[in-house]
Nanobody, 130 residues
């Protein structure tokens, strides 16, 4: 099992940047795919990005953040990052990280469905003002 904690949120003006982090504790974090999700007020949670297991993990992004957001991992530090550039007001949301175990362990690909993720951290609020 792993335990996750997201941090690094804050308030930024449109066009600005933030980096949120997902710190993990527990067993062999490098074996888990990690996803980033967000939930805006009054909206359903949506997947934003994910990264597969280990250093050769693949990454995936939803269309609305491609070219602006980058996911990376530092397994020596048990941390996954989401670098967000050129932020827009519509990026305002609580951002969550989650880890996928089971059949996704050690898989360099990553799942995009919320239901594939077994472990969730508490979110961090990102607010983008216009």
């Amino acid at each position: 099992d792993v335990q996750l904690q997201a941090s690094g949120g804050g308030e930024v003006q449109a066009g600005g940047s933030l980096r949120v982090s997902c710190a993990a504790s527990g067993d062999r974090f490098a074996d888990y795919a990690v996803g980033w999700f967000r939930q805006a007020p009054g909206k359903q949670r949506e997947g934003v990005s994910c990264i597969g297991a280990a250093s050769n993990g693949d990454t995936s992004y939803i269309d609305s953040v491609k070219g602006r957001f980058t996911t990376s991992r530092d397994d020596a530090e048990n941390t996954v990052y989401l670098q967000m550039n050129n932020l827009k007001p519509e990026d305002t949301a609580i951002y969550y990280c989650a880890a996928a175990g089971g059949s996704w362990l050690k898989d360099p690909l990553c799942p995009t469905a919320t239901s594939d993720y077994d472990y969730w951290g508490q979110g961090t609020l990102v607010t983008v003002s216009s």
